[in-house]
């Protein structure tokens, strides 16, 4: 007799289509997910999670999670900076759906499904949506013309052996999510620098990065910088098409004064990554590109080969500590030094093993993710500063907890 049940792990893969206003600060979007139940289970509901409705009034979960940390930034914002998710239509496999909302969290829904999904089947799940971007008060939202995309689809919440994890968003609290196939293009005035998860399928905008490389190279050259102000948005749109297979989720960041560094690592196995570095400012900057080359294959020789054919590091406006991992792309906040930079690029990108590849439940387990990927920041520190002190087991304790309480 067995003591649990076999092992088995739902399958979503999404194709999106995403326009940016960026006057109105909006998202118009529509998305199609194919959801295959690997479960021993008949499903006759699945809860969707809408996170952008986080930030539509203020006694959402984050909300009142912001007051318990005694913030009051986003409980004093004005009506018009609070963000949200509507305009959803569900239908699946060509059928209207109903949809009922959670009785406490304006971020959860459930997609009741016009007949039941049994072991094995697929079904395709469709809708539109529209997304009012906050301003930044955690990890979805945007500062003037520049926007941080996370979080901002509707997605179907995990369902494991122990059941349906849906649960609100948080600023203190990760994720937990399916893995999939991501096909999603994004159309947004032609000036913006786009940084994403997944791989670039557009030539011209391979073009366009190479371009912005070699401009960036001259500017840390000469110590001058590209923008002396946000540029005027372009007229004229482009679309730009980004793959990924495998991953539990998508997040792009866009930004007009992004300067660009483009670099490659080759791993022991002679495979060949491409990286990227996106920055506004010079100077601690400079270098970050050779930072996510060398935690890419640090990770890759201690800990297993990177998946993915590229890594991307993004600084940009976060509210919700010092850094954030994404599949294929990190966020990251200010640095005071080329070594600080270099350990938070180093941390963030090693959660794409350490959340990425591991996929744990964040918000039950946080040490799966935390823990062992500052284990692997620190020998990182020690192998290229002589950095010792971080691995005492005292000091070791207390920067965990500090990473728990910054990213989470």
């Not at 006057?23 to 809860?47: G, T, V």
């Not at 007949?115 to 500062?143: A, C, N, Q």
């Not at 890419?296 to 800990?303: I, L, M, P, T």
């Given at each position: 007799?067995?003591?649990q049940r076999?092992?088995?792990?739902?399958?979503v893969s999404?194709?999106?289509?995403?326009?940016?206003?960026?006057?109105?600060?909006?998202?118009?979007?529509?998305?199609?997910?194919?959801?295959?139940?690997?479960?021993?289970?008949?499903?006759?509901?699945i809860?969707?999670?809408i996170?952008?409705?986080a930030?539509?009034?203020?006694?959402t979960?984050?909300?009142?999670?912001k007051?318990?940390q005694?913030?009051?930034?986003?409980y004093?914002a004005?009506?018009?900076?609070l963000?949200?998710?509507?305009?959803?239509?569900f239908q699946v496999?060509?059928?209207?759906?109903t949809?009922?909302k959670?009785?406490?969290?304006?971020?959860?829904?459930?997609l009741?499904?016009p007949?039941?999904?049994k072991?094995?089947e697929?079904?395709?799940?469709?809708?539109p949506?529209s997304?009012?971007?906050p301003d930044?008060y955690?990890?979805l939202?945007h500062?003037?013309e520049s926007?941080?995309?996370?979080q901002?689809?509707?997605k179907?919440?995990?369902?494991?052996?122990?059941?349906?994890?849906?649960?609100?968003?948080?600023?203190?609290?990760?994720?937990?999510?399916?893995?999939g196939?991501?096909?999603?293009?994004?159309?947004?005035?032609?000036?913006?620098?786009v940084?994403?998860?997944?791989?670039?399928?557009?030539?011209?905008?391979?073009?366009?990065?190479k371009?912005?490389?070699?401009k960036?190279?001259?500017a840390?050259?000469?110590?001058t910088?590209?923008?002396s102000?946000t540029?005027?948005?372009?007229?004229?749109?482009?679309?730009?098409?980004?793959?990924?297979?495998?991953?539990?989720?998508?997040?792009?960041?866009?930004?007009?004064?992004?300067?660009v560094q483009?670099?490659?690592?080759k791993?022991k196995s002679g495979?060949?990554?491409?990286?990227?570095?996106?920055f506004?400012?010079?100077?601690?900057?400079?270098?970050?590109?050779?930072?996510?080359?060398?935690?890419?294959?640090?990770?890759?020789e201690?800990?297993g080969?990177?998946?993915?054919?590229?890594?991307t590091?993004?600084?940009s406006?976060?509210?919700?500590?010092?850094?954030?991992?994404?599949?294929?792309?990190t966020?990251?906040?200010?640095?005071?030094?080329p070594?600080?930079?270099?350990d938070?690029?180093t941390?963030?990108?090693?959660?794409?093993?350490?959340?990425?590849?591991?996929?744990?439940?964040?918000?039950e387990?946080?040490?799966?993710?935390?823990?062992?990927n500052?284990?692997?920041?620190?020998?990182y520190?020690?192998?290229?500063?002589?950095?010792?002190?971080?691995?005492?087991?005292?000091?070791?304790?207390?920067?965990?907890?500090?990473n728990i309480?910054?990213?989470?």
């Amino acid at each position: 007799m067995k003591s649990q049940r076999d092992y088995f792990q739902q399958e979503v893969s999404n194709i999106i289509e995403v326009s940016l206003d960026d006057k109105e600060h909006i998202l118009q979007a529509k998305i199609e997910i194919k959801y295959k139940n690997n479960s021993p289970d008949i499903l006759d509901k699945i809860p969707f999670h809408i996170w952008p409705n986080a930030y539509s009034n203020k006694n959402t979960a984050f909300a009142k999670q912001k007051l318990l940390q005694h913030s009051t930034k986003f409980y004093d914002a004005k009506i018009e900076s609070l963000g949200n998710l509507d305009s959803y239509e569900f239908q699946v496999d060509g059928v209207n759906a109903t949809v009922q909302k959670h009785k406490i969290h304006p971020d959860i829904v459930y997609l009741i499904l016009p007949k039941p999904l049994k072991p094995g089947e697929s079904i395709v799940i469709k809708t539109p949506f529209s997304v009012k971007l906050p301003d930044s008060y955690s990890r979805l939202g945007h500062v003037g013309e520049s926007y941080q995309i996370t979080q901002w689809y509707p997605k179907p919440a995990v369902y494991d052996h122990k059941g349906w994890h849906e649960f609100p968003y948080l600023d203190q609290g990760e994720f937990y999510s399916e893995f999939g196939d991501y096909d999603v293009k994004i159309t947004l005035p032609k000036n913006y620098v786009v940084g994403a998860t997944g791989v670039i399928q557009d030539q011209s905008e391979v073009d366009f990065l190479k371009e912005m490389h070699d401009k960036t190279s001259m500017a840390i050259k000469t110590s001058t910088p590209l923008f002396s102000n946000t540029p005027v948005s372009d007229p004229e749109l482009k679309t730009l098409q980004y793959k990924a297979e495998n991953v539990h989720d998508f997040a792009w960041f866009a930004d007009k004064t992004f300067m660009v560094q483009k670099s490659q690592v080759k791993l022991k196995s002679g495979k060949s990554v491409d990286t990227y570095a996106m920055f506004t400012k010079l100077g601690v900057w400079n270098n970050a590109v050779n930072y996510v080359d060398r935690s890419v294959a640090f990770y890759s020789e201690h800990v297993g080969e990177y998946p993915w054919p590229q890594a991307t590091a993004v600084h940009s406006a976060l509210s919700a500590g010092g850094g954030m991992e994404y599949p294929m792309i990190t966020l990251l906040g200010d640095a005071d030094t080329p070594k600080s930079l270099d350990d938070v690029i180093t941390h963030e990108v090693g959660h794409n093993w350490f959340y990425g590849i591991l996929a744990s439940n964040e918000r039950e387990h946080p040490f799966m993710d935390e823990g062992i990927n500052t284990y692997y920041e620190n020998r990182y520190l020690k192998t290229y500063y002589n950095d010792e002190s971080r691995l005492s087991p005292k000091k070791y304790l207390s920067l965990l907890i500090q990473n728990i309480r910054k990213e989470n």
